[in-house]
């Protein structure tokens, strides 16, 4: 994880065999509250989304076209 200005502020190594989505839960999200965390298609992940909302933090994937939770 990097701030906008490309400063590390956290990361996680995983194996291969472990899912992107699977390792987002390695993260501590020691982020300020109203941070905005972007991803890709592969960091999907809605009750992670409901959980860190509720923290003030906002995770914001990539949509896949088949999504159930479209961005407005």
């Known amino acids: 994880m990097v701030t906008e200005d490309d400063q590390p502020v956290e990361f996680s190594l995983t194996p291969g065999r472990v899912s992107d989505s699977a390792g987002l839960e390695d993260f501590e999200f020691a982020l300020p509250e109203r ?18 909302s509720e923290t003030g933090i906002h995770l914001i994937p990539a949509r896949k076209h088949n999504t159930t939770r479209p961005l407005e």
Not at 37 to 52: Q, W
């Open 35 to 52: 941070a905005w965390v972007f991803g890709n298609k592969a960091y999907s992940d809605d009750e992670l989304e409901d959980v860190l």
